[in-house]
């Protein structure tokens, strides 16, 4: 006690200083989400959703999150820089999550059932998560298939074709003519072509990943500076050595820009896939919620794609910047 | 000399092009010693690279022969080390990994793995690069990339160094420390080495002897001038020099006088 006595007149003037390091901005994203706490609880729902009370209590802890990390980051410099960099972002979710809440479950402003208002969303996450979970499954399973089978395929063809020019001339021509067309195209033949629907989705998501995969690889491997190659030449290299030394490492850059593509090309085979064919997977749960007019479970579902796509894209980015960390000037996700 | 290291013999070069054939070399004759020094020196388009190339087995020559302590030229191979003006080293590799690449195709039959760690450490130490094994080549300048090209072609212990207009591309400072870095080691290591350069001075401080190009297409060998100057040598000393006076003076009237470059502004 004494010794902060002592320190009194420092203790004010750092206390003034860190009232106006307090973020306002954080504080009010704090009020947002409590906002719509209170009128999750206070006003009845015009609808009938079972889980209004747990969904507001979210809400509360978020608000109580926010305003403790406010108060709290004037001592601590690492978590007053995250509140300042994402008090605006907390702030607009919590007046969206406060408006959605108002014009939907209280109000009725927006028509039901067509826009559901969150704890509806939130419901279908607790109350029907085995059926939701063995969709994420299936689909997760099912893409990892197909992406991997196409991504390896186009590689090594890339290879081949940037390296063989026998492999070259006979593919080349077969690759401009039916790279283009979109894998989708190929669904109807694939379903019946293949024994089962599963067989067929796989390799539809492998075509499309392989498409570019193929065509950026080749368009690497055929970039790669001549020098590079007379270096290995003059240590006495064979041609395994070059590929697998200077080819292939060299053209990674452009490899990764093929992975991208497919990886986006691959999510809609896998989503049209599921909604037309096959009988499990995140497409065919929001196929047969939309059957049976339930469009919170489709929501829902339609969250849990977002969240998987930018998911995969984003451990995509990680990959690729520990393999090509000497690449300078590469786009950060 | 009895027995020359490296003859070139009667080696003339044509390319096939679109618009014909077009003769770039033509008769070129040269013995070099074992340990001996020598510049290529010449306008550009007068053929030095291609030269070069041909005693790397980069490009094949179309006619006559090349042997090297013995063994025809017909292919590259890791007894001709080549420093690239553009230095070539690969960027997703460290200044260690693009030596130790070289030292591991190279050697692996020689060496353990042990031993080719620290002969990879020990050549970039010996062009003062050992402070930055792990550092990638975006991240080091022009002078040190060429440092650790240097490291890279002498790790391989060549029989022939082959340095194509290695300080080029430097300013002029980082190049006189270059070029006494490379006096030193070949000092001590006794290395033989061919040097392209369009630089007067660098070809007189550096040679045994200056071999003067005449001006392409059909370039040949126009004149060898003999630099008698002992070793070391250093650069301050040398410039009152009447040797190193008299070198200078013959290359540039056979530079500018003999060949004075047709297009040259």
Same mark, same amino acid.
């Given at each position: 006690?004494?010794?902060?006595?002592?320190?009194?007149?420092?203790?004010?003037?750092?206390?003034?200083?860190?009232?106006?390091?307090?973020?306002?901005?954080?504080?009010?994203?704090?009020?947002?989400?409590?906002?719509?706490?209170?009128?999750?609880?206070?006003?009845?729902?015009?609808?009938?959703?079972?889980?209004?009370?747990?969904?507001?209590?979210?809400?509360?802890?978020?608000?109580?999150?926010?305003?403790?990390?406010?108060?709290?980051?004037?001592?601590?410099?690492?978590?007053?820089?995250?509140?300042?960099?994402?008090?605006?972002?907390?702030?607009?979710?919590?007046?969206?999550?406060?408006?959605?809440?108002?014009?939907?479950?209280?109000?009725?402003?927006?028509?039901?059932?067509?826009?559901?208002?969150?704890?509806?969303?939130?419901?279908?996450?607790?109350?029907?998560?085995?059926?939701?979970?063995?969709?994420?499954?299936?689909?997760?399973?099912?893409?990892?298939?197909?992406?991997?089978?196409?991504?390896?395929?186009?590689?090594?063809?890339?290879?081949?074709?940037?390296?063989?020019?026998?492999?070259?001339?006979?593919?080349?021509?077969?690759?401009?003519?039916?790279?283009?067309?979109?894998?989708?195209?190929?669904?109807?033949?694939?379903?019946?072509?293949?024994?089962?629907?599963?067989?067929?989705?796989?390799?539809?998501?492998?075509?499309?990943?392989?498409?570019?995969?193929?065509?950026?690889?080749?368009?690497?491997?055929?970039?790669?500076?001549?020098?590079?190659?007379?270096?290995?030449?003059?240590?006495?290299?064979?041609?395994?050595?070059?590929?697998?030394?200077?080819?292939?490492?060299?053209?990674?850059?452009?490899?990764?820009?093929?992975?991208?593509?497919?990886?986006?090309?691959?999510?809609?085979?896998?989503?049209?896939?599921?909604?037309?064919?096959?009988?499990?997977?995140?497409?065919?749960?929001?196929?047969?919620?939309?059957?049976?007019?339930?469009?919170?479970?489709?929501?829902?579902?339609?969250?849990?794609?977002?969240?998987?796509?930018?998911?995969?894209?984003?451990?995509?980015?990680?990959?690729?910047?520990?393999?090509?960390?000497?690449?300078?000037?590469?786009?950060?996700? | 000399?009895?027995?020359?290291?490296?003859?070139?013999?009667?080696?003339?070069? %044509? +390319?096939?092009?679109?618009?014909?054939?077009?003769?770039?070399? *033509?008769?070129? /004759?040269? @013995?070099? &010693?074992r340990g001996?020094v020598?510049?290529?020196?010449?306008?550009?388009?007068?053929?030095?690279?291609?030269?070069?190339?041909?005693?790397?087995?980069?490009?094949?020559?179309?006619?006559?022969?090349?042997?090297?302590?013995?063994?025809?030229?017909?292919?590259?191979?890791?007894?001709?080390a080549? %420093? +690239?003006?553009?230095?070539?080293?690969?960027?997703?590799?460290? *200044?260690?990994? /693009?030596? @130790?690449? &070289?030292?591991?195709?190279?050697?692996?039959?020689?060496?353990?793995?042990?031993?080719?760690?620290?002969?990879?450490?020990h050549n970039?130490?010996l062009v003062?690069?050992?402070?930055?094994?792990?550092?990638?080549?975006?991240?080091?300048?022009?002078?040190?990339?060429?440092?650790?090209?240097i490291a890279?072609a002498l790790a391989m212990e060549p029989k022939?160094l082959?340095?194509?207009?290695?300080?080029?591309?430097?300013?002029?400072?980082?190049?006189?420390?270059?070029?006494?870095t490379l006096m030193d080691i070949q000092a001590k290591l006794g290395n033989t080495v061919?040097?392209?350069?369009?630089?007067?001075?660098?070809?007189?401080?550096?040679?045994?002897?200056?071999?003067?190009?005449?001006?392409?297409?059909?370039?040949?060998?126009?004149?060898?001038?003999?630099?008698?100057?002992?070793?070391?040598?250093?650069?301050?000393?040398?410039?009152?020099?009447?040797?190193?006076?008299?070198?200078?003076?013959?290359?540039?009237?056979?530079?500018?006088?003999?060949?004075?470059?047709?297009?040259?502004?």
């Open positions: 006690m004494t010794d902060i006595l002592a320190d009194a007149p420092g203790r004010e003037a750092d206390f003034a200083a860190a009232l106006k390091d307090l973020s306002f901005t954080g504080i009010l994203a704090a009020s947002a989400f409590a906002a719509a706490a209170a009128f999750s609880l206070i006003w009845d729902d015009v609808g009938d959703w079972g889980r209004t009370r747990e969904f507001a209590l979210i809400l509360a802890g978020v608000a109580a999150g926010l305003f403790l990390a406010s108060v709290l980051a004037p001592w601590h410099a690492g978590l007053a820089a995250k509140v300042t960099h994402r008090a605006p972002w907390a702030l607009a979710l919590g007046l969206f999550f406060a408006a959605w809440e108002i014009t939907t479950a209280k109000f009725n402003i927006l028509p039901q059932p067509f826009f559901p208002p969150p704890q509806a969303i939130f419901e279908v996450f607790t109350d029907d998560f085995a059926k939701l979970g063995a969709s994420i499954l299936a689909s997760v399973k099912l893409h990892a298939t197909g992406y991997a089978i196409g991504a390896v395929a186009g590689f090594l063809l890339g290879v081949s074709i940037g390296w063989s020019r026998a492999v070259g001339y006979w593919a080349h021509p077969i690759l401009r003519f039916v790279g283009p067309l979109p894998a989708t195209a190929w669904l109807p033949i694939a379903f019946f072509v293949f024994p089962t629907s599963h067989s067929a989705s796989v390799f539809l998501i492998a075509l499309a990943t392989a498409f570019p995969t193929t065509v950026l690889t080749w368009s690497g491997i055929a970039a790669v500076p001549s020098a590079y190659y007379d270096i290995a030449r003059t240590l006495g290299a064979n041609s395994r050595f070059l590929v697998l030394k200077v080819a292939i490492p060299a053209a990674l850059p452009h490899v990764f820009v093929g992975l991208f593509m497919g990886l986006g090309s691959s999510f809609a085979v896998l989503v049209v896939a599921e909604l037309l064919g096959v009988k499990a997977g995140l497409g065919w749960y929001l196929q047969w919620a939309q059957g049976w007019a339930s469009y919170a479970n489709m929501y829902a579902a339609l969250l849990v794609m977002t969240v998987l796509c930018s998911t995969l894209m984003t451990i995509l980015f990680r990959l690729r910047d520990r393999v090509l960390s000497w690449q300078k000037g590469i786009v950060k996700w | 000399m009895n027995r020359p290291y490296l003859q070139i013999d009667n080696v003339g070069m %044509v +390319f096939d092009t679109a618009k014909g054939s077009f003769t770039a070399l *033509v008769d070129v /004759n040269l @013995k070099v &010693a001996e020598i510049s290529i020196i010449g306008h550009s388009g007068c053929g030095k690279s291609t030269l070069l190339n041909i005693v790397a087995g980069l490009t094949r020559n179309t006619s006559g022969v090349l042997l090297l302590d013995g063994k025809e030229i017909d292919s590259p191979g890791p007894d001709r080549v %420093v +690239f003006q553009n230095h070539s080293l690969l960027p997703w590799l460290s *200044v260690y990994g /693009n030596v @130790k690449l &070289a030292v591991d195709k190279v050697l692996s039959a020689r060496m353990d793995r042990r031993q080719r760690h620290d002969w990879t450490v970039l130490e003062g690069m050992g402070h930055a094994l792990d550092k990638r080549p975006h991240e080091i300048s022009g002078g040190m990339k060429q440092r650790v090209g890279r022939v082959l340095m194509d207009e290695p300080f080029g591309a430097l300013d002029a400072l980082t190049r006189a420390t270059l070029q006494d061919i040097i392209i350069t369009h630089d007067v001075d660098e070809a007189v401080l550096l040679s045994d002897r200056i071999v003067m190009m005449t001006n392409g297409p059909s370039a040949r060998i126009g004149e060898i001038c003999e630099v008698a100057l002992p070793r070391p040598r250093r650069r301050l000393e040398l410039t009152e020099n009447p040797e190193y006076l008299r070198a200078r003076g013959a290359v540039m009237r056979f530079l500018y006088e003999r060949q004075r470059h047709p297009k040259a502004a």
